[in-house]
Nanobody, 130 residues
């Protein structure tokens, strides 16, 4: 059974940084793609989540335009952990952040815009105050 467990969310002021982590079990991160998605708190519809940053098994990454230059996605295949380093946070980055994985989506660009992803974590809340 695949499990994705996020951590690292919290409350910060604008300009601050956070590092999200996602520990994955029951899934080999060397296959398919993984990524971070977000949506406003209280809205749990999977199809409304927006792709923030994704990475595939080739190491290719894809970022949402609004986070380019501020966020960095990485993964540690030895520990099956996915990370999202978020710098220079803005109030509009406030959201529930979800870790996602899919062994059948081969490319990061496809993953970031996909509306159907196989595995999701429970989410971690990020709040950025001005």
């Amino acid at each position: 059974q695949v499990q994705l467990v996020e951590s690292g969310g919290g409350s910060v002021q604008a300009g601050g940084s956070l590092r999200l982590s996602c520990v994955v079990s029951g899934y080999t991160s060397s296959r398919g793609s993984m990524g971070w998605f977000r949506q406003p708190p209280g809205d749990e519809r999977e199809e409304e989540r927006e792709g923030v940053a994704t990475i595939d098994s080739y190491g290719t990454t894809s970022y949402r335009d609004s986070v380019k230059g501020r966020f960095t996605i990485s993964k540690d295949t030895a520990t099956n952990t996915l990370y999202l380093q978020m710098n220079n946070l803005k109030p509009e980055d406030s959201a529930m952040y979800y870790c996602a994985a899919d062994p059948y989506i081969l490319f990061a660009t496809t993953m970031r815009t996909s509306r159907a992803i196989n595995h999701w974590g429970q989410g971690t809340l990020v709040t950025v105050s001005s």
